[in-house]
């Protein structure tokens, strides 16, 4: 309800709400909220575990499960649809029917990337790096290159 209920004020605003919107969004980010640019509608678990650094924008409908902290650099910007998975589930049967587990995701600063794109539990993405729309990032990504495709895979620096 801490998280479901401010991004539901924040997906009805206008963009002439700008300070709803910012309001919103100071109380919904662990940190960051102060200055992230987020174009609405945006969804999250909790929020509280999301750390940004300065100047992070997020186009359309992106998608961020924070069951564990997701930490992204500053002047980072993400396309549209673009979905972060901190949450994941037990491969036991048992274990899946009572729990769900985490594993955190560490994006760099002055990172891209594009539409579509799913980052899964765990990743972490260097400083500077590009990742292709629609690429599914199941490993870590370095410093300083371009990775594309499912599963993700660097094809050179930049």
Known sequence: VKARDPTAVLNASRDSDEVVRRSVLRELFGTGGDTVWLQPPFYCDYGKHIHLGEKVFFNFNCVLLDVCEIRIGSRTLFGP???????????????????????????????????????CPGVTIGDRTIIGAGSVVTKDIPAGVLAVGNPCRVVKEV
């Open 81 to 119: 649809a673009v979905q972060i998975y901190a949450a994941t589930h037990p491969i036991d049967v048992e274990l899946r029917k009572t729990r769900e587990f985490g594993r955190p995701v560490t994006i760099g600063s002055d990172v891209r990337v594009g539409g579509g794109a799913i980052i």
